[in-house]
Nanobody, 122 residues
């Protein structure tokens, strides 16, 4: 069983930056970030393999967001820059069962955090 706790969300002006953290208890493999805005489906944001050697990003965040992990701290991060109002959503951290590659679909993940709200004002 893996428990995930996100932190770092908040209110920021457009063009600003935030860093989200996801602290995990238990063994983690592929780690992902997703987001969900009101009335919309959960959207893939980023994924990182358990070694940190490979990453993948959703088209809407490429070049602005960076995912990283510190396995010594069992924590994954999402550095968000050049934020836009359309980035406003609840951001969720997710962890997979044993898997060495990249995962981009919510159903491929087994454990989820409670989410953290990110609001970008214009």
């Amino acid at each position: 069983q893996v428990q995930l706790v996100e932190s770092g969300g908040g209110l920021v002006q457009a063009g600003g930056s935030l860093r989200l953290s996801c602290a995990a208890s238990g063994r983690t493999y592929a780690m992902g970030w997703f987001r969900q805005a009101p009335g919309k489906e959960r959207e893939f944001v980023a994924c990182i393999t358990w070694t940190g050697g490979s990453t993948s990003y959703g088209d809407s965040v490429k070049g602005r967001f960076t995912i990283s992990r510190d396995n010594a701290k069992n924590t994954v991060y999402l550095q968000m820059s050049s934020l836009k109002p359309e980035d406003t959503a609840v951001y969720y951290c997710a962890s997979s069962a044993p898997y060495l590659g990249i995962l981009v679909r919510p159903r491929e993940y087994d454990y989820w955090g409670q989410g953290t709200q990110v609001t970008v004002s214009s």
